[in-house]
């Protein structure tokens, strides 16, 4: 991991807790032909026993520190692998020119225009929620950028829904599409928040040294 001396907050329990690294992804493609990903993907198998909820709350702290690739249209930051048309029971990504969309099945709910960040050093933050009566919100900075329903894929289990795996960083069975930047935290919640509960970056305050301070007459 990368240096990232971040401070997490998470209003839901009141605590924090410091993170000294992030993972940098996009450095080498996936190859379709590992279904386990290639280079730059965490891969967490058997996750489906956990994560096929009805309700649910993904949230990723991420940046990008490198251009995106020309022509590009799909660089994951989180998914849950599924069946049939493009392998994804959801996955909240950056797309179809820039746009941040969640997709499930063949399903997304994306932005109306691009919004990617500029690689400007900054982290930010983006979510999604899942509610029970199947309307999903995608999130960015803490703002809601839409909202859609009728995703049935999400919460429909596969007869083999226990072995689906969670990848971060990257589509392991798609070739090509990885995200190019930094990843710092991944959160999912079994329930619906709201954006006054997402996780939150602090940058912990610097501390001067006592030979440093001078005391005028």
């Known amino acids: 991991g990368l240096g990232a001396n971040l401070w997490v907050y998470d209003p839901v329990t009141g605590t924090g807790s410091e993170r000294l690294t992030a993972l940098h992804f996009g450095m080498e ?7 386990h990903g ?14 096929y909820l009805s309700e649910m709350t993904v949230e990723v702290i991420y940046r990008p520190v490198e251009t995106f690739p020309a022509g590009w249209n799909f660089c994951p930051l989180v998914m849950l692998q599924g069946t049939g048309h ?3 029971a959801w996955t909240l990504a950056f797309g179809w020119d820039g746009r941040l969309a969640f997709r499930s099945g063949s399903k997304a709910c994306q ?4 919004i990617v960040p500029g690689i400007n050093g900054k982290w930010h933050h ?13 999130f960015q900075n803490y703002n809601a950028v839409k909202s859609d329903t009728g995703y049935s894929v999400a919460q429909s289990k596969p007869s083999d829904w226990a072995k689906k795996f969670l990848a971060i960083g990257a589509h392991p069975q798609r070739e090509g599409r990885a995200f190019p930047g930094e990843i710092l935290d991944v959160r999912i919640s079994d329930t619906v928040l709201s954006s006054d509960q997402f996780l939150r970056v602090r ?15």
């Open 29 to 35: 493609s996936c190859k379709s032909t590992d279904a």
């Open 38 to 51: 290639h280079g730059s993907v965490v891969y967490v198998p058997d996750a489906g026993a956990s994560l």
């Open 86 to 88: 493009a392998m994804e």
């Open 111 to 114: 932005t109306s225009s691009a």
């Open 126 to 138: 983006a979510a999604f929620t899942l509610a029970n009566d199947r309307t999903v919100t995608p």
């Open 203 to 217: 940058v912990p305050p610097r501390e001067t040294p006592p030979e440093t301070v001078v005391y005028a007459p």
